[in-house]
């Protein structure tokens, strides 16, 4: 798919066709307005006639508007102009892209940009159209033998801006938007991928495949008798049942100096979770492919990063391995031994992510990070708590879970913070053992947290719980990409040179 930024006027533009809004009731946007003075009012004919009342996710495609060059003109409803915010953005985006795909356009000229969106300036709606964009068009059949095919599907879109002065913005945008978009489109593949595919191998396979095209990025892989030496028994014991050998997959990007402290990105990588001797009810079990979407998210800001080509040091590291039922598996009221040293009881084999995400993020201390965030499906908890929506957050520095949040909001990838006080740790208790690897029903992805904050004590910390937001149920099940945009934006914000580009935009 290509990107262009142009400006100009839309009747002057030689195109497949011209996209512009309408929004309720029957009213034409600026770009609109244009067309329809250059051809006679043939667009407020057609408004009055009642052909679109401008509702979010209305279509009219017109042909052979006088006096424009365009093949066709696609109006696209837009809501009320006033309660445009980002999820309708979005959605008209999603409605345009996928009507200029299905009716042979190839290419298109879209002047949606234009539209006043609340909060958002410029480059954040041209960034988005390209993010948008690439989502509407992804494709979930790879494994299908028979695809359907479009015979002639949308292969270039030029976005237009208001003037000239705007078109370093918006190329700076779309750069940013591409890089965004190639890492949510590795992560929703790889999310969709089946169990038997996917597998802990299968991800130190790619993470080595994107070494090999990204010069800064640098990969090795612990197996499971180095495991055994670092005395990681927690991840161990969660790999215990399967023929599947773990991996720790340690990804090292280097776009900063050497001294500089780098970001340690930490995704849970359970490639599948049947919940072990715990095991989980069968409906919707398919879904717990799923369960490696943190580790998806790491690979995905780290291939933004590297195509952003941003000055500084990133660290991914990832736990990966199946939660499988077998004779060596390991069972409820087992106690293991992490690499911090401290005992777990493991009451429920079923919470097994914060198992193998504590002896990550021990090794973690090794890389003398500036902050470490674990991205995990972790607990059904969470779903209750948010929803589908936000994904959850908490740590123990309030710095950092406010940039975390910041990057949710200028993403459009949202995040709420969640209390980690000591009141919730109080109820991790064993009497067998230095902790449980879980507490009551209440709050339980609070006490998720807590656990994990056990193993962050030398070094500033945050969790990201993904288990409402990686992925979606029902006719439209995949991955979503998600916390990509969110990961990549902070550490867009934490590049000082991303920082002084971003200044000079409009």
């Known amino acids: 798919m290509e990107f ?7 009747a002057k533009q030689r195109s497949a066709c011209v996209v512009v809004g309408v929004f309720e009731p029957r009213r034409l946007s600026p770009a609109a307005e244009s067309l329809d003075k250059a051809s006679g009012g043939h667009l407020s004919a057609l408004l009055r006639r009642g052909d679109i009342e401008g509702q979010l996710g209305q279509t009219l495609l017109l042909h052979h508007i006088p006096k424009a060059l365009a093949e066709r003109v696609l109006l696209v409803g837009c809501g009320k102009e006033r309660e445009v915010g980002d999820k309708e953005y979005q959605r008209i985006i999603t409605t345009a892209v996928t009507c200029l795909n299905e009716t042979g356009s190839m290419e298109g000229m879209s002047y949606l940009t234009e539209i006043s969106v609340k909060g958002r300036d410029l480059h954040w709606k041209v960034r988005n159209t390209v993010e948008a964009t690439r989502g509407a068009l992804h494709r979930t059949d790879q494994l299908k033998s028979k695809k359907d095919d479009l015979r002639r599907p949308l292969r270039k879109l030029t976005l237009m801006v208001p003037k000239r002065g705007d078109l370093t913005t918006g190329e700076n945008a779309v750069h940013e938007g591409m890089a965004i978009a190639d890492g949510v489109m590795l992560a929703k593949s790889l999310g969709d991928l089946p169990g038997n595919i996917c597998t802990p191998t299968y991800l130190a396979k790619q993470a080595r495949a994107m070494a090999k095209k990204y010069s800064p990025l640098k990969v090795s892989v612990i197996e499971k008798a180095q495991m055994e030496k670092l005395g990681m ?22 776009g900063g100096k050497a001294k500089d402290k780098p970001v340690v990105l930490v995704g849970k990588g359970v490639t599948f979770d049947t919940g072990g001797i715990s095991i989980k009810p069968s409906p919707t079990m398919d ?12 690979l995905g800001a780290l291939t933004a990063c590297a195509e952003l080509q ?6 991914g590291v990832i736990p990966a391995c199946e ?16 690499m911090s040293g401290q005992t777990i009881e493991v009451l429920n084999t079923d919470a097994e992510g914060r198992l193998i995400l504590c002896d990550a993020l021990t090794y973690s201390e090794r890389f003398n990070p500036d902050v470490v965030i674990d991205i995990a499906t972790l607990t059904g908890a969470c779903v209750i708590a948010l929803g589908h929506h936000a994904s959850a957050v908490m740590g123990n520095h309030h710095p950092l879970v406010h940039d975390l949040l910041n990057a949710g909001k200028t993403s459009a990838d949202r995040a709420w913070e969640m209390p980690l006080w000591d009141e919730y740790n109080e109820e991790l208790k064993s009497n067998f053992a230095d902790i449980p690897n879980i507490a009551g029903r209440a709050g339980g992805s609070i006490t998720a947290g807590c ?13 990201l719980d993904i288990a409402g937001t990686a992925w979606v149920s029902g006719a439209n099940k995949g991955a979503t990409g998600r916390p990509v945009p969110l990961l990549t934006q902070f550490l867009i914000d934490r590049d000082t040179g991303a920082k002084k580009r971003a200044t000079k935009k409009t």
């Open 310 to 315: 941003l000055n500084i040091n990133v660290v």
């Open 323 to 338: 939660n499988m039922p077998s004779s060596t598996a390991t069972k409820p009221g087992d106690i293991v031994t992490s």
């Open 233 to 254: 028994g927690a991840l161990l014991s969660v790999t215990a049942g399967s023929a599947e050998a773990p991996k720790l997959i340690v990804a090292e990007y280097k």
């Open 287 to 298: 879904e717990m492919k799923y369960d490696m979407c943190g580790a998806a998210s790491v």
């Open 451 to 463: 656990f994990l904050s056990r193993f962050t004590k030398k070094y500033h910390w945050a969790h």
């Open 4 to 10: 262009n930024v142009k400006s100009g006027s839309p």
